[in-house]
């Protein structure tokens, strides 16, 4: 089975920093996603991280570590618009690449 | 761009009803995935399709049916609703060359009453 835990809700200020990390205890893992999830609104796809580092994506960055079974999003510079749900999801890849187990969600609450 | 389209977008039900959810894509994808998502849990897999005329169960595949008839669409049925399956489904489709990344449609929200 799976177990993924990430924390329920983080605030920041509008021009900061905020990381959200990501705990998985997983057999036959295969990589790691971050969506993010406006209200009312589809996921959308921001990261993905198969190998041990950091991707970096514009003001969005992920780093994975497969021996620690963790992973944090990075979210600098942070706007208003960045208020939403982030889901952390894992894959066993192969013919369940789309079978994601996903944790609960981090609510990021922006303040002006 | 039409992507992942879901029909219908709301829906209300009453205990012991039947429905049908429609997902189509347009992006020639080989795999296509139900989740259902409720307040505080993650999204969760409740069926699957890797290819036209084939289906799989997820995670929480009880009390509901699929059929992949056409490789554009996925339907998912409910035969006889209870107030349980009251959540927001998501239908989602990735294709082999995508590195798994999924593609949601916009998401549908069913009351059962």
């Known amino acids: 089975g799976q177990n993924i835990d990430q924390p329920t809700e983080m605030t920041a200020t509008e021009g900061a920093i905020v990381q959200i990390n990501c705990t998985y205890q997983?057999?036959?893992?295969?990589?790691l996603f971050w969506y993010q999830q406006h209200a009312g609104e589809a996921p959308t796809f921001l990261s993905y991280n198969v190998l041990d580092g950091l991707e970096e994506k514009g003001r969005f960055s992920s780093f994975l570590s497969r021996s620690k079974g963790y992973s944090y999003l990075l979210l600098k510079e942070l706007q208003m618009k960045d208020s939403a749900s982030y889901l952390c999801?894992?894959?066993?890849?192969?013919?369940?690449?789309?079978?994601?187990?996903f944790g609960a969600g981090t609510q990021v609450v922006v303040t002006p | 761009n039409a992507g992942v389209t879901q029909t219908p977008k709301f829906r209300v039900l009453k205990t012991g009803q039947s429905m049908t959810l429609l997902c189509a894509q347009d992006?020639?994808?080989?795999?296509m995935y139900w989740y259902r998502q409720d307040p505080g849990m993650g999204l969760r897999l409740i069926h699957y399709?890797?290819?036209?005329?084939?289906?799989a169960k997820g995670e929480v595949p009880d009390g509901y049916n699929v059929s992949r008839l056409k490789k554009q669409n996925f339907l998912l049925g409910l035969e006889s609703a209870a107030p349980s399956q009251t959540s927001v489904y998501f239908c989602?489709?990735?294709?082999?060359?995508?590195?798994?990344?999924?593609?949601f449609g916009e998401g549908s929200r069913l009351t059962v009453l």
């Open positions: 989602a489709s990735t294709g082999t060359g995508n590195t798994g990344e999924l593609f």
């Open positions: 399709s890797v290819g036209e005329g084939t289906t």
């Open positions: 992006m020639n994808h080989e795999y």
């Open positions: 999801a894992v894959t066993r890849g192969g013919d369940s690449w789309g079978k994601l187990q």
């Open positions: 997983t057999s036959g893992f295969n990589g």
